[in-house]
């Protein structure tokens, strides 16, 4: 299956400019898609456009991912409403490091091949560039007409729009034009691809080739992705999810995954997985045959899971998972990492004792009902002792008498109190 057929059925396909595929049938093509640098990370919305150029290499093809530290200076106005804050160099140069090494998971920079994959930041040849050299050699080649007929122009000068437009951003578009060009110069880049809010952008880049260079350059644009409740992909209550594990624990990044709609799912598994259209067809079936089950929603949480973090990371965040729901013992609770045990009780109740207090040993029921307000009650306390309704670290507690110490701490910091099946409480000792 050729690149663009495999984009197709995977729904990930929404313009094409003519002469794209027959010139990727043609020969091996240097296709880039532009990153934003203004984190140290990439989050899943960044996720669309680096399957495309993992396809694109699968497919024999040279993927170039670009880091748009001058652009991501300026503020793209496709879809936004603010500008962007400037970066400074050293704190660019970081972002770069850290997102090729999330690059590296995906593709691969190590190869011999010709189709080895390329990071490049479009400062490097920006920084030099003056201004007046810019709208000498770039500037007079594209008209302020055809600029101005842009999408992401009009919606920014429209009416829907209170603070209009800075010439910064409206300049956006010949910057990332002549990134195009530049690639197109200097690494043969005859393709660029992104978001189908990026169309203007890039068909601006593949004119100014034309213009200043009479060369031909093609365009590709995958769909936005949105929920099926038309709500913004990626986003949680608690904002982004990050590929960086300090800031989504693998354990949540999984259940993100894991907690998608069914319609969402098997979109998702098509385009964020690298599952064949045999096996995706498989699993649709199997869901619909038993939705309960959520072959689709566990299957898509794994692979992703693993291609962004490992299988271990996956195995300790499925463990987790039973934790939390009821089914994990204690050995499994212990073996949780410190990020992904306070992953999964995110939100519980929590109190803080003395490590010093608990050294001495404390009577289980004053713990729980005096140095913490795990229970209002000791007497409550001690009927659900009876009734075998409490837990501590996973383990059932029988006896009222029961002396806590430091050694019951999880981590040599923690203890899990569970009264009844999803009643979680966490106890800190300092």
């Known amino acids: 299956m050729s690149f663009v057929q495999e ?78 804050n400037l970066l400074d160099e050293p704190t660019l140069r970081h972002n770069q490091e850290c997102i090729k090494a999330q690059l590296a998971k995906f593709l691969d920079f190590e190869s011999k091949e010709d189709n080895v994959a390329l990071l490049v930041n479009n400062y490097d040849w920006m920084k030099e560039f003056s201004f007046l050299d810019f709208i000498r050699d770039v500037g007079k080649r ?66 100014l080739i034309r213009r200043m260079d009479g060369g031909e350059a093609f365009a590709l644009t995958c769909p936005l992705i949105t929920k099926a409740d038309g709500t913004k992909f990626g986003k949680t209550e608690s904002g982004n999810v990050w590929l960086d594990p300090e800031r989504t624990s693998p354990y949540a990044f999984f259940q993100f995954w894991l907690n998608t709609s069914d319609d969402d799912a098997e979109r998702y598994i098509k385009i964020f997985t690298l599952l064949s259209k045999e096996e995706i067809d498989s699993l649709v079936a199997a869901h619909k045959e038993a939705p309960h089950a959520r072959a689709l929603q566990k299957k898509l949480a794994e692979e992703v899971t693993i291609m962004v973090h490992s299988r271990e990371e996956y195995d300790m965040a499925v463990e987790a998972s039973q934790i939390l729901f009821g089914k994990g013992t204690a050995e499994q609770l212990r073996k949780l990492n410190e990020s992904t045990f306070l992953a999964v009780f995110e939100g519980v109740p929590q109190f803080n004792i003395s490590k010093d207090e608990l050294a001495a040993g404390i009577n289980v029921i004053d713990l729980l009902a005096e140095k913490t307000e795990v229970f209002p009650s000791k007497g409550e306390l001690r009927r659900t002792i009876q009734g075998n309704g409490l837990s501590i670290n996973k383990d059932k507690i029988n006896d009222p008498e029961l002396i806590v110490d430091n050694d019951i701490l999880i981590g040599g910091k923690y203890i899990l109190a569970q009264k009844g099946k999803k009643n979680y409480f966490l106890i800190i000792a300092e």
Not at 10 to 26: A, F, N, S, Y
Not at 33 to 48: C, E, F, Q, R
Not at 190 to 205: A, E, H, V, Y
């Open 142 to 207: 594209i008209t302020v007409n055809y600029m101005m007929a842009k999408d992401s122009v009009k919606k920014r000068l429209g009416e829907e729009s209170k603070s209009g437009m800075s010439f910064t951003e409206f300049t956006y578009q010949l910057v990332q034009g002549y990134d195009f060009y530049h690639l197109y110069k200097n690494n043969n880049c005859r393709l660029q691809m992104g978001g189908s809010d990026q169309w203007g952008n890039i068909t601006t880049g593949t004119e």
């Open 7 to 84: 984009l197709k059925w995977r729904g990930m396909l929404h313009d094409i400019m003519p002469g794209t595929e027959e010139q990727l049938e043609k020969e091996l093509t240097a296709a880039y898609v532009g990153i934003d640098p203004t984190a140290d990370s990439l989050h899943i919305g960044h996720l669309v456009s680096v399957m495309m150029l993992k396809h694109l290499q699968i497919a024999g093809h040279q993927p170039i991912a670009l880091v748009g530290g001058a652009t991501g200076m300026i503020g793209d106005p496709s879809g936004k409403s603010q500008e962007r």
